[in-house]
């Protein structure tokens, strides 16, 4: 499984990068899966009063659901992010938000201070917004997911993490 992240701050063109990276991926014949870093103060994925918050007090730890249009599995605590990728098969997988992860990753930004402020050894691309008005960075190749997704993940084909 390859495996690169996708960053930045908060309105960059993150999910836009990768909506527009799947895709491409899936045209190109990958399996595609997808983790995200949710930074929301009491998050839950589950429902009060259903029944997978039911088992959750009964003391399950963790829960699956099934349905006719899709499948969820639910683990009632937070997990390391190595722990998570290990539920995960498939051709890439792409991590939306995890900054301080140590592997490959493309930096989304809105403009070239966000670039300087966020910008990372291990970036291999930038994209997002900034994207619209520059070409190159500092020798890093600045690509439009929007316009020339094909581009980006010829990059990712070659720079992602071969786990």
């Given amino acids: 499984m390859r495996i690169f992240a996708v960053y930045g701050s908060s ?11 799947i895709k491409e991926l899936r045209l190109r014949g990958y399996s595609v899966s ?3 870093d949710v930074h929301v103060e009491n ?9 997978t ?44 938000g995890f900054k301080t992860i140590t592997m490959p990753k493309i930096l989304c930004a809105a403009d070239e201070q966000h670039v300087e402020e ?4 291990l970036v291999f691309c930038i994209s997002g917004i900034v994207s619209t008005h520059i070409l190159d960075y500092k020798g890093l190749p600045v690509i439009n997911a929007l316009t020339n ?10 720079k992602s993490l071969n786990l």
Avoid: C
Wanted: aromatic share 6%; glycine share 8%.
């Fill in 11 to 21: 309105k960059s063109g993150k999910t836009t990068t990768v909506v527009e990276v």
């Fill in 34 to 36: 997808t983790i995200k």
């Fill in 43 to 51: 998050f839950v994925g589950d429902t009060v009063g259903k029944d």
């Fill in 53 to 96: 918050w039911r088992h959750w007090k009964a003391g399950a730890e963790m829960v699956g659901l099934r349905a006719p249009s899709e499948s969820v599995i639910m683990i009632k605590r937070s997990v390391t992010l190595d722990e998570l990728i290990g539920h995960f098969q498939s051709d890439y997988l792409v991590l939306e």
């Fill in 118 to 121: 966020e910008l990372q050894d």
């Fill in 149 to 158: 997704a094909p581009a980006l993940v010829d990059l990712i084909e070659n």
